[in-house]
């Protein structure tokens, strides 16, 4: 009970507050760089950040499956 738990917390707490950190340190960054290019430190603060969320979708949407029971697929 308590691992499950402590992923409910990481997945559903933790990693949308670190992507949404991570959003805001991409665009302080983007905000200091004068130019825009793809190779720039700034674009993997907003990789990183979409990583995280899509972590915890994939978790939420696990975790709804098992709630849904262990009936298999019907």
């Known amino acids: ?3 499950v738990s402590m ?3 990481i997945c559903n707490v933790l990693m949308p507050v670190y992507a949404g950190l991570q959003v805001t340190a991409g665009a ?3 905000g200091i760089v004068t ?3 793809p190779t720039e430190g ?3 603060h907003f ?11 994939l978790v939420r949407l696990a975790e709804f499956f098992v709630l849904k ?3 298999g697929v019907s």
């Open 1 to 3: 009970m308590s691992l």
């Open 47 to 57: 990789v990183v950040a979409g990583l995280c969320l899509l972590l915890s979708g």
């Open 42 to 44: 700034w674009m993997r």
């Open 35 to 37: 130019r825009i290019h």
């Open 7 to 9: 992923v409910d917390w």
């Open 28 to 30: 302080l960054r983007m």
């Open 69 to 71: 029971g262990t009936g």
